[in-house]
């Protein structure tokens, strides 16, 4: 069984993570960045325990960002710069004497080209935006619906037969716009369609939860939050029946009503002594 980690269950049990080490436990370069991004000097050392105590446990960590996982889920190349330089502050980060110290860090990408810890706070932005984007895309989609059928919708919501065709047609719509933007080519060109054929399927449990997070909001009015798009990225690294361990109520939610993975906490779930 694995076990993903999100930066709620990373934070809860900072002092403990030697409990997990007798399972297939791991988490993400979105965690980390979570736990970097915004750092100020008033929580530097708090966060900084933190990171280090991740750092120094058994626990992996897929550096990837999720734009590298995205392309990679189409065998297409790209040059995770995000990734490394997020790795790289984390382990900066763990060394510093103090706040002060850590300010001054710089990243070289290359003799002109560096990174600085407030860029951290520009890739976390770069989240929120594409959580405006899938907003928007939901939203279309479902003001575009007839008002009948999305009153069907509120009345059927916990209907598997109802709710998982749409979800599905939604998650395929998704993906659609993603090879466009990957291939930087349209549907039905050549290039659209090698991209689609070489598809290997990891994106499947992002890309169906984060509709089924948005025609949530959508049937009881409510704005989808900045924080639930950022959190729902962190189903980029997990693949069908994995365990995601957070102390986010939104993972169970969700689960109520699509059971692709298994949602539990940290006061749930059997960890070694």
């Known amino acids: 069984m694995r076990v993903y980690l999100d930066t709620s ?14 399972l297939d436990v791991f988490t993400s370069v979105l965690a980390v960045l979570e736990l970097i991004a915004g750092i100020k000097e008033t929580d530097y050392e708090l966060r900084k ?105 509120k009345r059927k919501m916990f209907d598997e037969d109802f709710l998982f065709p749409y979800v599905r047609h939604q998650s395929d719509l998704s993906l659609i716009y993603l090879v466009e933007d990957i291939s930087g080519s349209k549907r039905p060109s050549e290039e659209y369609f090698r991209l689609i054929d070489d598809y290997d399927q990891s994106l499947e449990v992002y890309l169906k939860y984060n509709c089924l997070l948005f025609l949530m909001h959508e049937i009881n009015g409510s704005e989808c939050s900045r924080n639930d798009a950022i959190d729902m990225l962190h189903l980029v690294y997990l693949s069908k029946n994995d365990t995601m361990l957070s102390e986010d109520k939104i993972f169970e939610k969700l689960n109520m009503l699509m059971q692709y993975i298994k949602v539990s906490n940290s006061d749930e779930i059997m960890v070694g002594e």
């Open 49 to 153: 325990k933190v990171v280090n105590d991740l750092l120094n446990s058994s626990i992996n960590i897929d550096w990837s960002t999720y734009k590298k996982k995205e392309y990679d889920a189409f065998e297409q190349p790209y040059n995770d710069v995000e990734g490394y330089v997020i790795k790289q502050m984390a382990e900066k980060l763990v060394r510093c004497n103090d706040f002060e110290e850590y300010k001054c860090v710089k990243i070289y990408i290359d003799e002109s080209t560096y990174y600085t810890f407030e860029s951290l706070e520009d890739f976390d932005k770069e989240l929120s935006q594409l959580g405006k984007k899938f907003s928007i895309f939901n939203k279309n989609e479902w003001s575009s619906l007839e008002k009948a059928d999305r009153k069907l919708f």
């Open 9 to 22: 269950s990373i934070r809860k049990n900072s002092n403990r993570l030697n409990k997990f080490e007798n």
